[in-house]
């Protein structure tokens, strides 16, 4: 029986794979970027190619997850204001499995009360516009996000003088859910908190 890679060495193989397409060592050559061979001849198509390779890989990584029943799940741990969390969030470059879901939605509540725990007393806004712009909002808000949605991530953004906490409260594939074009099967609402008078960075 072969033996089935484990999800910390997907993880290598990609980051390796990602590398060697940076470095021009792997191009999907066909790839035309207009269709008009005239035109094509002047543009440069290297970044297309390299991208195209890496993307081309990474979906049969996705398939080998499937097939194997690879988990995509990562475990972070998260300290802040003296508190610890061990949560599961799905590798940003592998997908998450039926499974994987399942572990996400459990860990949805621990997550959610542990960012209400470190964010108490701070502002809190909404991310809309890819994260460009943002909405002053208030706990009774975050409320209805946290009741609508499936599972959640953290992010902490700190240094001397400055705490941000991203509370991401997502529905659908993890794989999806940072962009707009898994929507409305799959998406996120980013809930930023930061100390009073501060604005997100993040």
């Keep these: 029986m072969s033996k089935v890679y484990t999800t910390q060495e997907l993880i290598q193989i990609l980051a390796a794979e990602r590398q060697a397409c940076l470095k021009g060592k792997r191009l999907k050559l066909e790839i035309p970027v207009s269709g008009n061979p005239v035109i094509d001849q002047f543009l440069m198509t290297d970044g297309l190619q390299q991208f195209t390779a890496y993307q081309d890989f990474k979906a049969a990584i996705h ?87 499936e599972w959640a991530s953290l992010c902490k953004w700190e240094n001397s003088s400055f705490l941000e906490m991203i509370l991401q409260l997502g529905w659908g594939k993890p794989e999806e859910a940072c962009y707009k074009r898994g929507r409305p099967q799959s998406g996120s609402e980013y809930i930023h908190a930061v100390n009073p008078g501060n604005r997100p960075i993040g």
């Design 63 to 149: 398939e080998y997850q499937r097939e194997n029943q690879v988990s995509g799940i990562i475990w972070r741990e998260v300290t802040v204001k003296g508190k610890n969390l061990s949560y599961p969030e799905v590798d940003s470059e592998l997908i998450a499995l039926t499974s994987d879901l399942e572990i996400l939605k459990a860990a949805k509540n621990s997550i959610v009360e542990f960012w209400y725990e470190v964010s108490m007393g701070m502002d809190l806004y909404l991310s809309f516009n890819n994260n460009k712009q943002y909405q002053k909002i208030v706990t009774s808000d975050v409320e209805r996000i946290v009741q609508i949605t």
